[in-house]
Nanobody, 121 residues
Framework: QVQLVESGGGLVQPGGSLRLSCAASGTILGINVMRWYRQAPGSQRELVAAIRNRGNTNYADSVKGRFTISRDNAKNTVYLQMNSLKPEDTAVYYC???????????????WGQGTQVTVSS
């Protein structure tokens, strides 16, 4: 059974910073791409950032230059460093991990439980 546990959300003032973490646990044979999504009230879930197993990254235009995604393969953990936060960054942030478990023919996507990020003065 794979679990993704997120941490690091909270309330921060505009211009502040937060660091989100998402750790995958369970019997995992390999991890491919790791992603962060977010969903604001009344909006669709959107991709924020992604990092592949070789370290290639991509970002939504709205967060380029402010957010940095990274991963620690030894810990099966992905991070999202968020700087210069704006009120429009307020959302529930979800990690998404594409990984392979024993007995599976193909990799599958797993989701974290979500963590609230609120940017407000």
């Amino acid at each position: 059974q794979v679990q993704l546990v997120e941490s690091g959300g909270g309330l921060v003032q505009p211009g502040g910073s937060l660091r989100l973490s998402c750790a995958a646990s369970g019997t995992i044979l390999g991890i491919n791409v790791m992603r962060w999504y977010r969903q604001a009230p009344g909006s669709q879930r959107e991709l924020v950032a992604a990092i592949r197993n070789r370290g290639n990254t991509n970002y939504a235009d709205s967060v380029k230059g402010r957010f940095t995604i990274s991963r620690d393969n030894a810990k099966n953990t992905v991070y999202l460093q968020m700087n210069s936060l704006k009120p429009e960054d307020t959302a529930v942030y979800y990690c998404n991990v594409n990984l392979v478990v024993p007995g599976a023919y193909f990799p599958n996507d797993y989701w974290g439980q979500g963590t609230q990020v609120t940017v407000s003065s």
